[in-house]
């Protein structure tokens, strides 16, 4: 290892793998599929390890290596299963995607409390993740892709193999359930 105030690889798993299986869980929203990628980060780490240079923390290190793995996995599995926006019009928010995309129903609801305020609200992160394991595995998967990770759209369409086209349309269904979502469990009034 480059950088002398990287930890030993032993103890990586109690400094680090609660906050890699978080990340991992936010994205993949499988407790066993989560594990299974913080393993292959913290395998793919150890035979790297040489390679960890201090430009960076050893904790950003890591995620950037199960940042790749979420990629991979998500890659894999759009291989053996093809996305579709048909999967997204069944469930708790058919009936508003199936309603037409310009009715007023739709419009936003004041919200009466501040974003920032919201988001400095533990609770609100609860709410915000149930809200998210709401949504079908492909939608949440193309959403933590692009709006969590920041992935480049170009990139998610080539990796998952879907247009630009179902790319957009699944990120506006994923946000406006989400938002619906949010009214309903979090912003709705008393």
Known sequence: MNNPAASHPETWVDSHGDALFR??????????????????TLLAALKGRRGFESDSSERTWLVGILRHKIADHFRKTSRESPFT?????????????NRGFWNHDLAPKDWGASPESAMESGEFFQTLDSCLHKMPDRVAA????RE???????EICKNLGISEGNLWTML????????????????SPA
């Open 85 to 97: 926006d048909l999967d997204f019009c069944s469930g708790e928010f058919a009936e508003k995607f």
């Open 23 to 40: 990340f991992a869980l936010a994205r993949v929203r499988k407790p066993e599929v989560a594990e299974d990628l913080v393993q292959e």
């Open 172 to 187: 506006h269904r994923a946000r406006m359930a989400l938002r619906e979502c949010l009214e309903r469990n979090w912003f």
């Open 148 to 154: 969590m990770d920041e992935v480049p759209s170009v």
């Open 142 to 145: 193309v959403f933590a892709l």
